[in-house]
């Protein structure tokens, strides 16, 4: 049901707090991503550990997070870009007029405002307490204000009366949820393609502290991604060792050398789509040594081997109607290179650019690409953005 989607899971302190571990569950099983933000009041129902361990993510909870100054205050906007689905379960009666009002003192009200995507609200309370004025005219104003309200059920409250104001069943939420998800749903020519995009820097190890690698900042790869996912597509991001705040914006999987970035991209080679927009390293060290070698040596000679080459493998063994899209930088001769590794690596595509090309290179944030096909040939100039657009919808078209 939910293989691929991205749910956001935001829990708000009230007794059935509790209830959102199960839910959370439940989305795993029907093949969801899922992270979690919770309230500061949700955690003196249910602990951030019970979350964090189940999701495989941290849980979030504060916009400013002391053990991460640099990432944390932002991480409510690309969270609400990440989500296909942002559902409050439970949502209490003070989160939903904090929603309703446009208040932003936490992680997750602070998300409320930044999302992108549809949100499901599970008004969850005592019975007199949702029957109120102020709770029915709060939810008649959610509903006015695009968000989707999923009533409550009848039961047995914690209150120990009989009242509507029960976290509805996980199955109710779950085909809720889909059925939202099905309404918003990105309709494109990648729309349930599986696209897997590399970035980023190979690292090779001299010895523990020394290392062969490039100054690639993956900001090329992350835009390749970013276009995919607007074409419909369901992206993975596989990036070497890079700094940038959009990461949490994908599904994600790391590697750090050559030899880890084959391994990862052989276990993804029957996605529809691969881009390989990775700075590979060519070569390694035929041997890493295990201490830090010390500078007291008059020489120091490294021996160097191959490492696998990764795009040429997966043009060797491609599937059928799968589309493989090389990057290559060059310094010269471009045009004779770039069309040697479009044949010689069975690939569809290669996206070329030289390093010497005014407005290309490593860390900015523009560039030209040469964009070699079988038979064509097109030049595309500006922001790495604009230009991961361009590029996609040239192979793809948009729509």
């Given at each position: 049901?939910?293989?691929g989607?991205?749910i956001?899971?935001?829990?708000?302190?009230g007794i059935?707090?509790?209830?959102?571990?199960y839910?959370?569950?439940?989305?795993?099983?029907?093949?969801?991503?899922?992270?979690?933000?919770?309230t500061p009041s949700?955690t003196?129902?249910?602990?951030?550990?019970?979350?964090?361990?189940l999701?495989?993510?941290?849980?979030a909870?504060?916009?400013?997070?002391?053990?991460?100054p640099?990432?944390?205050w932002?991480?409510?906007?690309h969270?609400?870009?990440?989500?296909?689905?942002f559902v409050?379960?439970?949502?209490?009666?003070?989160t939903?007029s904090?929603?309703?009002?446009?208040?932003?003192?936490?992680?997750l009200?602070?998300t409320?405002?930044?999302?992108?995507?549809?949100?499901?609200?599970?008004?969850?309370?005592?019975?007199?307490m949702?029957?109120?004025?102020?709770?029915?005219k709060?939810?008649k104003?959610?509903?006015?204000?695009d968000?989707?309200?999923l009533?409550?059920?009848t039961g047995?409250?914690?209150?120990?009366?009989?009242?509507?104001?029960?976290?509805?069943?996980?199955?109710?939420i779950?085909?809720?949820?889909d059925?939202?998800?099905?309404?918003h749903?990105?309709?494109?020519?990648?729309?349930?393609?599986?696209?897997?995009?590399?970035?980023?820097p190979?690292?090779?190890f001299?010895?523990?502290?020394?290392?062969l690698?490039?100054?690639?900042?993956?900001?090329?790869g992350?835009?390749m991604a970013?276009?995919a996912?607007?074409?419909?597509g369901?992206v993975?991001l596989?990036?070497?060792?890079?700094?940038?705040?959009?990461?949490?914006?994908?599904?994600?999987?790391?590697f750090?050398?050559?030899?880890?970035?084959?391994?990862?991209?052989?276990?993804h080679s029957?996605?529809?789509?691969?881009i390989?927009?990775?700075?590979?390293?060519d070569?390694?060290?035929?041997a890493?040594?295990?201490h830090k070698?010390?500078?007291?040596?008059?020489?120091f000679?490294?021996?160097?081997e191959?490492?696998?080459?990764t795009?040429?493998?997966l043009?060797k063994?491609?599937k059928?109607?799968?589309?493989?899209?090389?990057?290559?930088?060059?310094?010269?001769?471009l045009?004779?290179?770039?069309i040697a590794?479009?044949?010689?690596?069975?690939?569809?595509?290669?996206?070329?650019?030289?390093?010497n090309?005014?407005g290309?290179g490593?860390?900015?944030d523009?560039?030209?690409?040469?964009?070699?096909?079988?038979d064509?040939?097109e030049?595309f100039?500006?922001?790495?953005?604009?230009?991961?657009?361009?590029i996609?919808?040239?192979?793809?078209?948009?729509s």
């Open positions: 049901m939910f293989t989607k991205r956001l899971l935001g829990v708000t302190g059935a707090a509790y209830k959102a571990v839910l959370l569950r439940e989305f795993q099983k029907s093949g969801a991503e899922v992270r979690v933000i919770m949700a003196c129902f249910v602990g951030t550990e019970t979350f964090s361990a999701s495989r993510h941290e849980v909870i504060d916009v400013f997070n002391d053990n991460k640099d990432t944390s932002t991480k409510h906007i969270w609400g870009e990440w989500a296909d689905l409050i379960a439970p949502c209490t009666a003070n939903l904090k929603i309703v009002h446009g208040q932003s003192d936490n992680m009200t602070s409320v405002l930044a999302a992108r995507s549809p949100i499901l609200i599970c008004p969850t309370m005592d019975g007199e949702y029957e109120s004025p102020a709770v029915v709060n939810l104003q959610a509903s006015e204000m968000f989707y309200i009533e409550p059920e047995y409250l914690a209150s120990g009366l009989e009242d509507k104001g029960r976290l509805p069943e996980y199955d109710t779950l085909e809720k949820s059925e939202i998800i099905k309404k749903a990105i309709k494109g020519p990648l729309t349930s393609k599986k696209v897997v995009v590399s970035a980023g190979t690292r090779e001299l010895d523990p502290v020394r290392f690698s490039n100054p690639s900042s993956g900001k090329m992350i835009a970013e276009a996912r607007s074409l419909g369901s993975t596989v990036h070497g060792p890079i700094q940038s705040a959009g990461l949490d914006r994908f599904h994600t999987e790391s750090i050398s050559a030899d880890d970035l084959f391994a990862v991209m052989k276990s029957d996605a529809d789509v691969i390989m927009a990775a700075a590979v390293a070569f390694k060290p035929a890493s040594h295990p070698v010390k500078k007291d040596r008059t020489s000679q490294i021996e160097l191959q490492n696998p080459d795009l040429k493998w043009g063994n491609r059928p109607d799968q589309v493989l899209i090389g990057f290559a930088m060059e310094t010269e001769n045009r004779e290179n770039a590794k479009l044949s010689g690596k069975n690939i569809d595509w290669i996206c070329a650019n030289n390093l090309e005014s290309s490593f860390g900015i523009t560039n030209t690409i040469h964009l070699f096909g079988r064509s040939e030049t100039s500006g922001s790495k953005q604009q230009i991961a657009s361009e996609l919808k040239r192979i793809f078209g948009d």
